[in-house]
């Protein structure tokens, strides 16, 4: 018992101290920090509460419940630990402000309609809200009365540690027409930038001694995968990629920066090198669109996947690449950082073959062109129906700030789900199974992890993390349009064409399954694009920027 006690205060105090540029937790869940550009020392308004009580004039004497809404199934093997982990959990929040937390999930299937009409029903079902100003319609429910207003006096005395801790210009990416709405998660740094994950040994035995730097390397790596293991799939996609693969060779071949929101394609957004003049790649840059045309026919051409790619429904290329069995994964980095790992139990490969090394050719490398998420890419809201907003800005305060309820809500309990080594690093206790304990990610707390209290998990490979994230450091620009909030009721039915034509014609350039020449799939790409309202949605996004911008 008093080891245990020992662990968890040496835990406390440790992981308090570590920077924002070297922590992470597990998995493809979470990565390894870097520089989040989220501390200063003027944080917040500079008003810190009082750490002993910030609450003492605050009326907690009826007991609430807070209802916290995320996205993500409900706990099934794992359900007994995660119930025994929020008993633990709801004790201390009893005892600290009198509440209690209950979870209520999204499911995946339908979840931005069913997570929407929740929010609309304004009937008092959830407080606390996990959004997304890119993938969970923050602004549109900002704009919609969904999220109450959160005032600066507000922020202060209820969430404190938040308030003091975000710095002024967070705030502001976080107000719509001038008011606060969402709490954003600014100091966990993570990178979801796509890329392909690949065999780094093979690459070398296939003469690229540095590894893939380019798409042209990939072309060779892939032309070596099939000549000497002709046995393996190079990359058995299931033909959902098309969208990040044609964004992949914009960012890679141009410096356009995408704007977030607009629609799946990212096809709006301007470059490093004039930020503010939206225009439209895929209109733009026919040349760079032909080329990619050819390459990818040329991947089709050579067996880089299945001939039937486009009805490949049941890919498990993750999993098969972990034991082996195929030669490239295509994902974000955080994916890289699982897959890289020699100690992860499931990456057979590093057992299999000493030799073994997983390498991340990132898009936008040959360009250098790399922009770090939006901070609302994880935000808290509460929901303009919650019953009780102060009690539950209190809970959010003190579940992303406080060491012991952060590693409790996060982790699970210490000693059954996790536990810390004689380094401090995060590993599994004896006994552990994974299949029934591991809740590490259950509540998808995306929306105020803290990389002040987050522990390194010991079975990532953070020599090859840490370079990665250094070079991806210094390189970076952060995400210039995070307080462009687009208004689309003009353009809607414009967009919602161009979906469409996007879908159809990417999926067959992306993976070379089209008739004729690379000259003619693209005009015809861009004709039908041109005839759907590209153009005009272009020039409403530019007025729109003019008046945000100018």
Not at 194 to 208: I, M, N, P, S, V
Not at 459 to 472: P, R
Request: proline content about 3%; glycine content about 8%.
């Amino acid at each position: 018992m008093k080891k245990k006690l020992l662990a968890v205060l040496l835990t406390a105090a440790m992981v308090m101290g570590l920077a924002a540029c070297g922590s992470g937790s597990s998995g493809s869940n979470s990565a390894p920090a870097a520089d989040s550009g989220s501390k200063t020392e003027e944080a917040g308004s500079g008003n810190a509460a009082s750490s002993d009580d910030p609450w003492a004039d605050v009326d907690t004497s009826e007991h609430v419940v807070i209802s916290y809404m995320t996205t993500g199934d409900a706990p099934t093997q794992t359900k007994e630990r995660y119930e025994e982990m929020m008993a633990q959990l709801n004790e201390k929040l009893t005892e600290k402000v009198n509440a209690e937390l209950e979870i209520y999930f999204i499911p995946w299937t339908d979840y931005l309609s069913n997570y929407n009409l929740t929010l609309a029903r304004m009937d008092g079902t959830v407080d606390l809200v996990g959004t997304a100003s890119d993938w969970l319609d923050a602004w549109p429910n900002a704009k919609n009365g969904a999220f109450l207003e959160l005032s600066e006096e507000m922020l202060q005395k209820y969430a404190p540690k938040t308030w003091a801790s975000v710095p002024a210009e967070n705030w502001d990416l976080c107000k719509y027409n001038g008011d606060i709405y969402l709490m954003p998660e600014d100091n966990y740094a993570q990178w979801t930038n796509h890329g392909f994950a690949y065999r780094l040994d093979w690459a070398k035995e296939a003469g690229l001694n540095d590894g893939v730097k380019s798409w042209e390397d990939m072309t060779t790596y892939f032309h070596y995968i099939r000549e000497a293991y002709p046995d393996i799939i190079p990359w058995d996609s299931d033909a959902t990629q098309y969208g990040q693969m044609s964004g992949g060779w914009i960012s890679s071949h141009s410096d356009y920066v995408s704007i977030d929101g607009i629609n799946a394609g990212a096809m709006w957004g301007g470059k490093r090198s004039d930020l503010y003049t939206v225009y439209c790649p895929y209109m733009t840059d026919t040349d760079s669109l032909v080329e990619y045309a050819k390459m990818m026919k040329e991947w089709d051409e050579m067996g880089v996947w299945r001939t039937d790619v486009l009805n490949n429904t049941s890919s498990t290329n993750r999993d098969d690449f972990r034991v082996g069995k195929v030669a490239a994964e295509q994902h974000h980095t955080q994916t890289w950082t699982d897959l890289c790992s020699p100690q992860r139990p499931s990456n057979t490969i590093f057992q299999d073959d000493d030799d073994a090394e997983v390498g991340f050719f990132y898009f936008g490398e040959e360009t250098g062109n790399v922009t770090a998420l939006s901070i609302t890419h994880g935000a808290m809201a509460v929901s303009a129906g919650s019953a009780h907003p102060e009690r539950a800005l209190m809970v959010y305060d003190l579940i992303r700030n406080d060491p012991e309820l952060y590693m409790l809500f996060n982790y699970g309990i210490q000693g059954v789900s996790w536990d810390v080594n004689d380094e401090g690093m995060k590993i599994t206790p004896e006994g552990y199974n994974a299949d029934t304990d591991n809740i590490a990610g259950t509540v998808n707390f995306w929306w105020g992890r803290n990389d002040d209290l987050e522990i390194k998990d010991a079975t990532l490979n953070w020599d090859a993390i840490d370079k990665l994230y250094a070079e991806y450091d210094k390189i970076k620009i952060e995400y210039p349009y995070g307080q462009f909030v687009p208004d689309v009721t003009e353009i809607d039915a414009y967009i919602s064409n161009i979906n469409e034509i996007f879908e159809n014609y990417m999926k067959q350039i992306s993976y070379g399954k089209y008739n004729g020449t690379a000259e003619e799939i693209v005009a015809e790409f861009q004709s039908a694009l041109e005839a759907a309202g590209v153009n005009e949605v272009t020039a409403e996004l530019q007025r729109q920027f003019d008046e945000l911008y100018k």
